[in-house]
């Protein structure tokens, strides 16, 4: 996060140039979105002569297209290629990049898509094919208003959707651990849990990746800054938030993911673009609350005596705003985990297998051509056979884009339309 991208923002007043061209075989892709005109380099066959003695041995000579290239410079020797910055009317900024940018490809097709670019990258693997460049989508707007700086952001594009998932929250003692344990432990492959990050100290039996991830607090603040957060939150007098990726690894690997946070984070979560299902538990009373906690004896009596305190706020929080879908009473626990599971639409025997957000096979090949009408992008992948070439058309639809920078764009749906040989074009080729 931080660099800047590859590409250029002019002022459009300097080259008034509408709509979206892309020149095959030249070196740029110029498309104009919101105010600025945007450029997307290309370099095929750029030499690359490393300098570094460091890197010497690993990459002495290279060839590299566009996105190797800058992918590399930009963890090489980010200073010194100017390309790598955005320039906006008569001044250069470097805008603040959020989400996780691609990795090298062996070149690219860009599609403009209104507020953002479509880029398709060569020969990448199934599931690191698609990827997005926002530019004037909601989330860069918004975050350019709060960071008063120009933002761009990357997201990686998926096929499909994944299920809403679940935000639990409750007082500190009153079981919501222990009710997505049950979850997790008979669901396994159904569920996944978010992960979050803290800078509170771990307890014995907690494992850093696993219950949390452990951090400092001057880390976690800096990455709260360069927006890899979903929702963060001071709790207990510690730190939490979750991080975008914890939330999209679980929903890449087809499984519905479970956030545990406190009321303000499931309030940030239920203002952000993150679709979900809220529930707050509630103690059948603050003497059994206490009662737990104590017993669970995982807590000083000082840090016992603070949750006990935050918990009537948090529990007339979670009854009176509009913030819950559901209200949960963890008084027998049995009882309260078989109206979780109906909640969750788990009450038959059958638990229903979730919609795999995971990409299907769709191998982009090095020779194509793309073109766009309306919310479909039409890609011509040509391949050579011995005789005759022949070509494969694939329909990519977004018309129902989910999701997005920082985190991932879900909702995209690909089909083989057809293909063609000879000139004849069809599922079967006439003879
Ligand atoms: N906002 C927010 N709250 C979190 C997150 N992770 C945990 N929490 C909440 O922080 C509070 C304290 O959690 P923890 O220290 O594990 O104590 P426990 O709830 O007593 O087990 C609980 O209310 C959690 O739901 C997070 O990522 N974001
Ligand atoms: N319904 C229940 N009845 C009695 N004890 C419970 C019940 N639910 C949870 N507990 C116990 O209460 C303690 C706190 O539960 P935990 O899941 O750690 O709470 P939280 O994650 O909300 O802080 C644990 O020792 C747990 O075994």
Known sequence: MGEAPAFLVDDLQNEPLNGFELKNGTCKTITTIGNKMVRLYTMPCYKVARQSSA????????????????????????????????????????????????????????VFLNDRILILKKGAKSDDQIWF????TQYVRQQQKQLGTEVVAWSKGVIGNAEKPVVISGPSGVGKGTLISMLMKEFPSMFGFSVSHTTRAP??????????????KSV????????????????????????????????????????????????SVRSSSLEAVFIFVCPPSMEELEKR????????????????????????QGKSSNIFDFILYNDNLEECYEKLKKLLGLGGCVAATPKSAALGEFNLPLDHSVSKIDDKIIINCISSGLEKESKNLIMLDVSALKG????????????????????????????
Do not use: W
Not at 133 to 136: M, N
Not at 230 to 242: C, D, K, Q
């Open 55 to 110: 890197y010497n041995e690993k990459m002495s000579l290279h060839l590299f297209d566009s996105m190797s290239l800058v992918a590399l410079m930009m963890e090489l020797c980010p200073l010194k290629f100017k390309f790598l910055t955005v320039v906006l009317e008569n001044g250069q900024i470097h805008p603040t990049v959020h989400g996780t940018k691609p990795l090298s490809s062996k070149g690219h097709s860009a």
């Open 220 to 267: 976690m603040e800096k990455e709260i800054k360069d927006g890899k957060f979903l929702e963060f939150a001071s709790v207990h007098g510690n730190l939490y938030g979750t991080s975008v990726e914890a939330v999209e690894v679980v929903a890449d690997a087809g499984k519905r993911c479970i956030l545990d946070i406190d009321v303000q984070g499931a309030r």
């Open 203 to 216: 307890r014995g039996m907690e494992k850093d990746g696993v219950h949390y991830h452990f951090t400092e």
């Open 133 to 136: 460049l926002e530019v004037d």
């Open 404 to 431: 997005g920078a920082p985190g991932r764009t879900r909702g995209l749906d690909f089909q083989a339309i057809g293909s063609f040989s000879d000139g004849l074009i069809g599922m079967e080729r006439l003879s």
């Open 293 to 316: 906690l104590r017993d669970r004896g995982t807590e000083t009596e000082e840090q016992i005596l603070k949750r006990l305190r935050n918990a009537a706020a948090e529990i007339e």
